[in-house]
């Protein structure tokens, strides 16, 4: 890698305004100048024309417990973002690497001729568990003026730990979370996306259910989450407003919604369970309602379940059914991921492992396909 020194020039993210692209759904902190792309598979693209790239990036550790095999304490673990590289087309990384400081600087591309190229740089680790930003780069070259793709659908996910890809690179079921074993690029929700030639933005956290449950707490509910662009984020800031997600200027084609599994957890889990159905029937409904005022009335929405558990997919069939029929929604349907297969290895936590993303990916880009 070549020394700091050498690199001629540097230019913050706030004169970049014209050549970036964000991928998914990015938060520009005003305050710091810092450019934050939290959620899985969201990030930046850019044209680079020149020798030498790099990035300065800013990441938030989260933690996570375990015992200590030795003493058999609990102890904290940090954990910290991941990001992947990709040069063009390519969906192989040129480079993958941690952010295991709060400030550091990471090669992006380096080549001793110059080259142009399209760079997508790309968080594959979730939101809550670590936190990433750029605030500007170094370079040999320039950051050519964006191009603009008219004409690629678009397709938004929303999920918990399934989508988000945990441990699916671990073949260990008993193991626990580890950052670099999730690796949300390689989720269904991602590999469907490029089967389908679409772009894509994922909202997804790990635990988290469509609506608060006390027998499964967790910091957020879905419904507290999604209609803003990074409250999470805005959180840690210490903001005191959130900003409102752009709709208008974002609008999927396609919305897939997969969220019941946790809720499943917290339902089976509860003093009154059949209380707690009911209380998600009401959550799902108006979660629906919700996701067709802020996407449109063209956005096809698909409720999804799948592929640990399926406690609450006939209750999802029922409140879709009910939906379409108070509202003449027709653009609304449902979809059930394959189980896991057995014979297939499981990942961390006995979450679905790259295999089983690969075969969901499948099934629901065909389904899309058909639809």
């Given amino acids: 890698m070549r020394r700091l020194e050498v690199i001629v020039k540097s230019v913050k993210i706030k004169e970049l305004e014209k050549e970036l692209s964000s991928l998914g759904r990015t938060y520009r902190d005003t305050e710091t100048e810092i450019l934050y792309f939290n959620w899985t598979c969201s990030g930046l693209e850019l044209i680079f024309r020149g020798t030498c790239l790099i990035a300065s990036f800013h990441a938030q550790s989260g933690a996570e417990m375990e015992r200590d095999a030795i003493s058999g304490n609990m102890e904290e673990r940090s954990t910290w973002p991941w990001v992947s590289v990709f040069l063009d087309e390519e969906h192989i990384p ?3 690497f941690e952010i295991a400081k709060p400030e550091e600087t990471q090669l992006i591309f380096q080549n001793e001729t110059e080259e142009t190229h399209r760079i997508r740089i790309v968080k594959i680790t979730e939101n809550l ?50 950052a670099d074993e999730e690796n949300g690029w390689l989720s269904h929700a991602a590999i469907a996306a490029r089967k389908l030639h679409m772009d894509w933005s994922m909202v997804c956290v790990s635990g988290i259910c469509l609506g ?15 209609l803003y662009t990074d409250r999470i984020l ?12 752009d709709f208008a200027s974002n609008a999927p084609d396609y919305v897939v919604l997969n969220l019941g599994t946790n809720d499943a957890t ?7 369970a059949e209380e707690e159905e009911k209380k998600f029937h009401r959550e799902y409904y108006a979660f629906l309602k919700m996701l067709r005022e802020c996407n449109g009335a063209d956005t096809k929405l698909i409720c999804a379940l799948g592929s640990m558990d399926y406690y609450l997919y006939h209750h999802i069939t029922e409140i879709v059914a009910q939906y379409r029929h108070d509202t003449g929604d027709d653009r609304i349907t449902c979809f059930r991921y394959p189980k896991i297969d057995f014979m297939d ?10 295999i089983t993303h690969e075969k969901m990916a499948e099934a629901l880009a065909e389904f899309i396909m058909k639809m």
């Avoid at 608060?212 to 999604?226: F, H, Q």
């Fill in 345 to 354: 290895p499981f990942g961390a936590c006995a979450h679905p492992h790259v």
């Fill in 266 to 272: 917290g339902i089976i889990g509860a003093a009154d």
């Fill in 94 to 96: 040129c480079r993958r």
């Fill in 234 to 245: 805005e959180d840690r800031l210490g903001k005191k407003e959130y900003q409102r997600w």
């Fill in 129 to 178: 568990k670590t936190g990433l930003g750029i605030d500007g780069f170094f370079m040999e070259g320039e950051i050519l003026p964006r191009e603009e793709r008219p004409g690629r659908k678009k397709i938004e996910f929303i999920g918990d730990s399934i989508t988000c890809g945990f441990g699916n690179e671990t073949k260990d079921k008993n193991r626990l979370f580890y």
């Fill in 212 to 226: 608060k449950r006390e027998a499964l707490p967790m910091p957020y509910a879905m419904n507290d989450l999604y």
